[in-house]
């Protein structure tokens, strides 16, 4: 009797579904909610109406920054000026498209890529280039659909029921208002940790360096820009000498 090697093989990876990363935005969701009822919290505070705490979660949809242009509203500044302070503050977000594009083997759909670019938060892009980086072949449109729609909601429904809430409600527990600010770059920083790369390391250096300097001698905005600029400087750099060692 002729005797048959049992051969084991390895099934192809399946790719990621819709609902797959409606699972892989629950740690999102859970840090976005406490954060956007803090949000609509002070948003009414500062005398806005639910409603348009409610406008700036789901227009804006910019985090950190809806605090500051609520802030700088509510304390006389020009629309042009907080407009101007936010853009600069979320100016990184132009570099997010071209980063994951680079890494993402498949062709793209316009109307699918305009639905999850909207919700390409710092969160939801650091979550996307875990998973290009594990393994890009998995990653599709209607997994990022999951993931940043899933993220945009809870954002939105936690500022509505922040605003609706009522002023005081937290008065009485102070470390609980302080950690809700800090849950959004503390995700953020995990997600980071996880797509960190020992190559990446000059360049997350030289960001963290333009990034406190810019601190230290003139404003937030402008620190986020050099963090940026010396972040891509020092990566762009680091490629042209890779290239000129290999020839």
């Not at 090697?5 to 406490?34: N, Q, W």
């Not at 953020?188 to 333009?210: K, N, P, T, Y």
Request: hydrophobic fraction near 50%; proline fraction near 4%; glycine fraction near 8%.
């Amino acid at each position: 009797m002729e005797s048959r090697a049992a051969v084991t093989e390895i099934p192809p990876r399946s790719d990621a579904s819709l609902l797959e990363g409606v699972k892989d935005s629950l740690p999102i969701v859970i840090s976005y909610l406490p954060v956007a009822f803090a949000f609509g919290m002070n948003a009414t505070r500062l005398g806005f109406t639910p409603l348009e705490s409610l406008f700036f979660s789901c227009i804006i949809y910019a985090g950190a920054s809806q605090f500051v242009i609520t802030t700088m509203l509510a304390a006389g500044s020009s629309l042009w000026v907080a407009a101007l302070t936010v853009m600069a503050m979320d100016v990184r977000h132009v570099l997010y498209g071209p980063s994951l594009r680079s890494r993402i083997v498949r062709q793209l759909e316009k109307p699918k890529t305009a639905l999850w670019a909207f919700g390409l938060t710092d969160e939801v892009f650091a979550a996307a280039t875990a998973k290009l980086v594990r393994d890009n072949r998995r990653w599709t449109e209607n997994w990022m659909i999951g993931i940043a729609f899933c993220s945009w909601l809870s954002w939105v429904t936690g500022t509505l029921a922040g605003a609706y809430s009522g002023n005081g409600l937290l008065e009485g527990y102070p470390a609980v208002e302080a950690a809700m600010g800090f849950m959004l770059p503390a995700l953020f920083m995990s997600f980071l940790l996880v797509s960190f790369q020992r190559a990446q390391s000059r360049s997350v250096a030289a960001s963290l360096a333009g990034a406190v300097l810019g601190v230290t001698l003139f404003s937030i905005p402008v620190a986020i820009l050099a963090g940026i600029v010396c972040g891509c400087l020092t990566a762009v750099i680091e490629h042209v000498r890779r290239d000129g060692d290999a020839h």
